[in-house]
């Protein structure tokens, strides 16, 4: 008998030697490559903005809705909006302009 193991015992443990020493190299290499975990923790941040975008958003539709409930149902905010963002008076009102 010879002192060296057989070709098929070789085989049996070299393959899964080899991934092992496969994945210990390229795994670290596809994590800190650009597409990675840099890409990773920019999706991250970009998400987070996102997020609290749209809660500003939603925030803003919820008062424009209450806004336009308000000009549907209250002739107050009607007559608000018509002196304030249009210049409107009521008839025999008088308007004074000051110079700042």
Same mark, same amino acid.
């Given at each position: 008998?010879?002192?060296?193991? *057989?070709?098929?015992?070789?085989?049996?443990?070299?393959?899964?030697?080899?991934?092992?020493?496969? +994945?210990?190299? +390229?795994?670290?290499?596809?994590?800190?490559?650009?597409?990675?975990?840099?890409?990773?923790?920019?999706?991250?941040?970009?998400?987070?903005?996102?997020?609290?975008?749209?809660?500003?958003?939603?925030?803003?539709?919820?008062?424009?809705?209450? *806004?336009?409930?308000?000009?549907?149902?209250?002739?107050?905010?009607?007559?608000?909006? +018509?002196?304030?963002?249009?210049?409107?008076?009521?008839?025999?009102?008088?308007?004074?302009?000051?110079?700042?």
């Amino acid at each position: 008998m010879s002192s060296s193991p *057989e070709p098929r015992t070789r085989a049996v443990w070299l393959l899964p030697f080899s991934l092992l020493v496969i +994945a210990v190299v +390229a795994v670290p290499v596809r994590i800190l490559d650009e597409a990675g975990l840099p890409r990773y923790r920019r999706l991250e941040t970009q998400l987070h903005e996102v997020r609290a975008q749209n809660e500003r958003l939603g925030r803003d539709v919820h008062a424009l809705r209450r *806004e336009v409930e308000g000009l549907r149902h209250d002739p107050e905010a009607v007559e608000r909006v +018509a002196r304030d963002e249009l210049g409107m008076i009521r008839e025999g009102e008088l308007v004074f302009q000051f110079s700042e």
